[in-house]
């Protein structure tokens, strides 16, 4: 991470502190040296006599954009910013909900979803999960779109960081791969050998999609800074004869205001403008699209026989399991993959817009906190209008309860409380997005709100954030270790049937207690792995492997 600036407005005695954010993508280059906190994710450098809380960039360009004419060059130049923790906290809390998730399922503590049905586009439901097992599996929906968000975050954050130390576009593509393989390395280690046992090649639970949409977010990065610089050129040239003519006075006593330096920086915002408007294009396009190619659209039929869940139609294209694979739900005898990576590319690429936004100028913090709490808004708004409007929801006609049977013909998402945030996860709708990034942005707000000292002061999130793989893989093998003995020692045959083996399922449903003492005892197990494992890749170099955990 370059080091901080400050910055001397003409005419006033105050400098300002450039502030940034790290994703867990990225750590501090070896050699920087750290401010001192003056307010969570903001740092302060040593030299403010007034600080105003800021962020971005001081002077000159940052992905394209301007960033001010004021700094000057002879300012002491402040220290630079550790991590800021708004980031890491978020995905902190995140790692902590996915726990829930994944320590009920190693147990069989309850059904995984918030009916009784898979969250799967045009799946007809028609009984709720249990209050309890609704509302921790409504929590836990934050998590993988929160990921892959921060994940285009980081991208931008790691790009202008390497940029500064001299990397080439080629290493930082050769980063983005070599990152992408080794996760795609770890999901085959940590799912596909284990539970396949030869039978399936590909078992991608989640870090499948995280591996694809992480090289396919940097190769979006490079090519959006390539062609900007490229548009940008164009349109000064087409400028160029306007600005020699505007540099000749009107009459001989004026002085003109617009030189080819002024040119180039209007060419250089107008090609920043036009590229973040093709990545909200594309953010758009790419949940759209689970929409368009969905097999039945997300809807179900009209009459299915009483009592009947589950699927409706065809969970599968015409063009076979290798396309299915990167946008559907499958489940083919070789293949399987509920996380479709193309299907959950958008939150990536709306985390590159926004990374670029923070770091096309300087931000004071409350205009960061209360722009994400802005979008939190906006993007419940959005999801409020799909249950209105009935668009993106991946699930018309889909719900059976008892309250849409009593009132035939109405509009099901308003039939009751539960019906209304019933969103699809499996591929993920815009309904999903919308929700679900908009409790993201407004706990990001939340965090970046709070006191320095009471944010550090929140247990385990900023460790857990800060070693987040490192925390994914231990965490998997350790809940489902103790739910073997869990399970042993507490479980019971249930009432259905087990998915991965075809026998009647066994777990601790009915025993609440069981599952949340085994998860505080998994996370009082964790925090102090994951604060040895931030220690040692904290002695690594910029180019480690072991950063990459």
Same mark, same amino acid.
């Given at each position: 991470?370059?080091?901080?600036?400050?910055?001397?407005?003409?005419?006033?005695?105050?400098?300002?502190?450039?502030?940034?954010?790290?994703?867990?993508?990225?750590?501090?280059?070896?050699?920087?040296?750290?401010?001192?906190?003056?307010?969570?994710?903001?740092?302060?450098?040593?030299?403010?006599?007034?600080?105003?809380?800021?962020?971005?960039?001081?002077?000159?360009?940052?992905?394209?954009?301007?960033?001010?004419?004021?700094?000057?060059?002879?300012?002491?130049?402040?220290?630079?910013?550790?991590?800021?923790?708004?980031?890491?906290?978020?995905?902190?809390?995140?790692?902590?909900?996915?726990?829930?998730?994944?320590?009920?399922?190693?147990?069989?503590?309850?059904?995984?979803?918030?009916?009784?049905?898979?969250?799967?586009?045009?799946?007809?439901?028609?009984?709720?999960?249990?209050?309890?097992?609704?509302?921790?599996?409504?929590?836990?929906?934050?998590?993988?779109?929160?990921?892959?968000? %921060? #994940?285009?975050? *980081? =991208?931008?954050?790691?790009? /202008?960081?390497? &940029?500064? @130390?001299?990397? !080439?576009?080629?290493?930082?593509?050769?980063?983005?791969?070599?990152?992408?393989?080794?996760?795609?390395?770890?999901?085959?280690?940590?799912?596909?050998?284990?539970?396949?046992?030869?039978?399936?090649?590909?078992?991608?639970?989640?870090?499948?999609?995280?591996?694809?949409?992480?090289?396919?977010?940097? %190769? #979006?990065?490079? *090519? =959006?800074?390539?062609?900007? /610089?490229?548009? &940008?050129? @164009?349109?000064? !040239?087409?400028?160029?004869?306007?600005?020699?003519?505007?540099?000749?006075?009107?009459?001989?006593?004026?002085?003109?205001?617009?030189?080819?330096?002024?040119?180039?920086?209007?060419?250089?915002?107008?090609?920043?403008?036009?590229?973040?408007?093709?990545?909200?294009?594309?953010?758009?396009?790419?949940?759209?699209?689970?929409?368009?190619?969905?097999?039945?659209?997300?809807?179900?039929?009209?009459?299915?026989?009483?009592?009947?869940?589950?699927?409706?139609?065809?969970?599968?294209?015409?063009?076979?399991?290798?396309?299915?694979?990167?946008?559907?739900?499958?489940?083919?005898?070789?293949?399987?993959?509920?996380?479709?990576?193309?299907?959950?590319?958008?939150?990536?690429?709306?985390?590159?817009?926004?990374?670029?936004?923070?770091?096309?100028?300087?931000?004071?913090?409350?205009?960061?906190?209360?722009?994400?709490?802005?979008?939190?808004?906006?993007?419940?708004?959005?999801?409020?209008?799909?249950?209105?409007?009935?668009?993106?929801?991946?699930?018309?006609?889909?719900?059976?309860?008892?309250?849409?049977?009593?009132?035939?013909?109405?509009?099901?998402?308003?039939?009751?409380?539960?019906?209304?945030?019933?969103?699809?996860?499996?591929?993920?709708?815009?309904?999903?997005?919308?929700?679900?990034?908009?409790?993201?942005?407004?706990?990001?707000?939340?965090?970046?709100?709070?006191?320095?000292?009471?944010?550090?002061?929140?247990?385990?999130?900023?460790?857990?954030?800060?070693?987040?793989?490192?925390?994914?893989?231990?965490?998997?093998?350790?809940?489902?270790?103790?739910?073997?003995?869990?399970?042993?020692?507490?479980?019971?045959?249930?009432?259905?049937?087990?998915?991965?083996?075809?026998?009647?399922?066994?777990?601790?449903?009915?025993?609440?207690?069981?599952?949340?003492?085994?998860?505080?005892?998994?996370?009082?197990?964790?925090?102090?792995?994951?604060?040895?494992?931030?220690?040692?890749?904290?002695?690594?170099?910029?180019?480690?492997?072991?950063?990459?955990?």
């Amino acid at each position: 991470m370059p080091p901080d600036h400050v910055a001397t407005e003409a005419g006033a005695n105050v400098q300002e502190t450039q502030f940034t954010a790290i994703p867990d993508d990225i750590e501090p280059v070896s050699g920087e040296t750290h401010g001192s906190p003056t307010t969570n994710g903001y740092i302060r450098g040593q030299h403010s006599e007034v600080t105003r809380l800021t962020y971005g960039t001081t002077g000159g360009t940052i992905n394209g954009a301007p960033t001010g004419s004021h700094t000057r060059t002879d300012a002491p130049k402040a220290t630079a910013s550790p991590r800021a923790l708004a980031p890491d906290l978020l995905r902190g809390l995140l790692m902590v909900l996915q726990a829930v998730d994944h320590c009920s399922v190693s147990q069989g503590a309850w059904r995984h979803g918030v009916a009784l049905e898979s969250e799967q586009d045009g799946t007809v439901v028609n009984k709720w999960n249990d209050p309890v097992p609704w509302t921790a599996r409504m929590l836990t929906h934050l998590c993988a779109p929160g990921f892959m968000f %921060l #994940l285009g975050m *980081g =991208v931008v954050y790691f790009g /202008r960081s390497r &940029s500064k @130390l001299g990397w !080439s576009s080629w290493q930082m593509l050769r980063h983005f791969a070599v990152r992408a393989f080794v996760l795609a390395a770890v999901n085959e280690l940590l799912f596909t050998l284990p539970f396949g046992r030869g039978r399936i090649i590909i078992l991608n639970i989640v870090l499948l999609a995280l591996a694809v949409n992480y090289f396919l977010a940097g %190769l #979006l990065w490079l *090519g =959006v800074n390539a062609s900007e /610089r490229v548009l &940008s050129t @164009l349109l000064k !040239s087409f400028d160029a004869s306007s600005d020699e003519d505007d540099e000749q006075p009107l009459l001989q006593h004026e002085t003109s205001f617009k030189s080819t330096k002024s040119g180039s920086a209007w060419a250089t915002r107008c090609s920043w403008h036009i590229h973040n408007g093709i990545l909200l294009a594309l953010t758009i396009i790419t949940i759209a699209w689970n929409q368009w190619l969905s097999p039945h659209h997300g809807h179900c039929p009209v009459y299915v026989p009483p009592g009947y869940s589950g699927p409706t139609g065809p969970t599968t294209t015409s063009l076979g399991p290798w396309f299915d694979f990167w946008f559907l739900n499958v489940s083919y005898p070789r293949i399987i993959s509920p996380f479709p990576p193309l299907a959950w590319l958008s939150p990536a690429i709306l985390g590159l817009l926004y990374g670029r936004i923070l770091l096309s100028r300087q931000w004071k913090a409350y205009t960061i906190n209360a722009s994400n709490a802005a979008f939190g808004v906006i993007l419940f708004l959005l999801f409020v209008l799909t249950r209105l409007l009935h668009f993106g929801n991946l699930s018309e006609d889909c719900l059976r309860m008892p309250e849409q049977l009593a009132s035939p013909g109405g509009n099901q998402y308003l039939a009751s409380f539960r019906s209304f945030f019933y969103i699809t996860k499996y591929p993920p709708s815009f309904s999903y997005i919308a929700f679900t990034m908009s409790i993201n942005f407004l706990l990001l707000a939340f965090f970046g709100a709070l006191p320095d000292k009471v944010a550090r002061r929140i247990p385990a999130l900023l460790t857990f954030g800060q070693s987040a793989l490192f925390f994914y893989i231990v965490h998997l093998m350790l809940y489902f270790g103790m739910g073997i003995l869990v399970k042993q020692w507490f479980g019971h045959e249930l009432d259905h049937i087990d998915p991965m083996t075809g026998k009647p399922a066994v777990g601790t449903e009915g025993r609440p207690a069981v599952m949340w003492v085994t998860w505080l005892l998994g996370l009082t197990i964790l925090w102090p792995l994951c604060r040895w494992y931030g220690r040692f890749k904290s002695t690594k170099g910029v180019n480690s492997v072991w950063r990459f955990f």
